[in-house]
Every structure is written in structure tokens, then in C-alpha cells.
């Protein structure tokens, strides 16, 4: 089998294995009985779904998006995240709005983002000071940035095993994105920490607004 045959069925598999994995790992607990809870993580889901509107496929075929993966991860954690993402490239399939249909999309602008968006947020816990401005600024803005330049880099790098026209485009749209995606999930974790931290279950008051 060719690549374009090999790549939707492999990657569907795949992605059906890690959300299974990913489905061991939820933390129910969050939403059993708190019905705010349940109705942020659906808000959040629409929110990222409506995401998909703002993309352009123009050029040579060429499809980018912003993801919004950066915020899913700080607000629901990588297991939920990676669902909420799974609902957005499923339910956008049969617009068009799936780059190489939804197991490719869903590996490119879920898994790849939001495993590096998860290792940046532990490192960011790890090495940096526990502050508001570290939070907001490093986790929210830098890795918004990181994790769409993951997606576009996975989505480059697909493009070119299987030659499709237009791949450069996904480089060269990468630094506009990033910083259009930093400034999006930066400027929704700074209003989400100031005015509802209790929806953000990465953000804990003790450690960033009461450090020792």
C-alpha cells in the first residue's frame, strides 16, 4: 500500500489506540456531580470546533488552522484535551475542515501539540518560578506558540513523504500562526486564572498567587 492509502487507516488506528489509552487515564472525578464543570469542558469543545472556521485551504490544498490545543491542556489536562480535540476533527469531517481526513487531522492537531504542550507545561512547573506572569506568559503564551508550531511542523513533514504540492506553505505560514495562537491561548489562560481559576485544573492559588 502507497502512502496515500497507508496514511488514513494507520493513523485512525493509531489515534483510536492513544484515546482508548487516554480514556484509562480521565479524570471523571472532575465532572461527576458538578454540572459547571461538565458545561466548561462542552463550551470549551464548541469553542475549539469553531476554531476550524478560521483555516484556509487555498492555497495548492494547503489547510491551517488555529487549535487551541495549548488551552485545553491547561484547563482539562492531556486525557480530556485529547478528547475535546477528537470530537473537533470528527465532528468537522464531513465539512472539510480535516486536513487528510480525521486521522491524520486529529494526529497533527491533537496528539502532536498536546503531548508537547503537556511535556512544556511539567517543564515550565519544574524549572520556573511558581508566579502568575510565569503561568500566563511562558505556559499560555510561549507554549500556544509551540504547540501550533509542532502541528504545522507534523503537517510539513507528512506533506513531504507524500509530495504534496504546497508543503513549503506550512513553514512559511508557521511564524505568523505562532504568534497568533500565542496571543490566543495567552490572552484566554490570563482571563480564565484571573476570573474563573477554578476552571483551570493546571492552576493551583497555593502555588501561584500564595508562593512560599
Not at 79 to 104: E, H, I, N, R, T
Not at 178 to 192: D, I, N, P, S, T
Request: charged share 10%; proline share 7%; aromatic share 14%.
Amino acid at each position: 500500500m502507497d502512502g496515500p492509502v497507508l496514511l488514513p487507516w494507520t493513523s485512525a488506528v493509531l489515534g483510536v489506540s492513544l484515546l482508548a489509552v487516554a480514556a484509562t487515564r480521565l479524570p471523571w472525578h472532575k465532572l461527576r456531580d458538578d454540572e459547571e464543570a461538565q458545561r466548561v469542558l462542552g463550551i470549551a469543545t464548541m469553542a475549539l470546533l469553531l476554531l476550524r472556521i478560521f483555516n484556509t485551504h487555498g492555497l495548492a490544498g494547503v489547510q491551517l488552522n488555529f487549535i487551541g490545543a495549548m488551552v485545553a491542556v491547561l484547563m482539562f489536562g492531556p486525557a480530556f484535551a485529547l478528547w475535546a480535540l477528537a470530537v473537533v476533527s470528527l465532528v468537522a469531517w464531513p465539512f472539510g475542515y480535516v486536513w487528510l481526513g480525521p486521522g491524520p487531522d486529529f494526529l497533527a492537531t491533537a496528539v502532536v501539540p498536546v503531548a508537547l504542550g503537556w511535556a512544556w507545561s511539567r517543564w515550565c512547573e519544574r524549572r520556573l518560578p511558581p508566579n502568575l506572569f510565569a503561568y500566563v506568559l511562558v505556559q499560555g503564551f510561549v507554549g500556544g506558540a509551540l504547540a501550533i508550531a509542532a502541528c504545522n511542523l507534523a503537517k510539513y513533514l507528512v506533506a513531504m513523504w507524500l509530495d504534496m504540492p504546497g508543503a513549503s506553505f506550512y513553514l512559511l505560514a508557521t511564524p505568523l500562526m505562532m504568534f497568533g495562537e500565542a496571543f490566543l491561548c495567552g490572552g484566554v489562560m490570563a482571563l480564565v486564572v484571573v476570573y474563573r481559576p477554578q476552571w483551570c485544573s493546571t492552576f493551583d492559588d497555593a502555588r501561584y498567587l500564595r508562593p512560599r
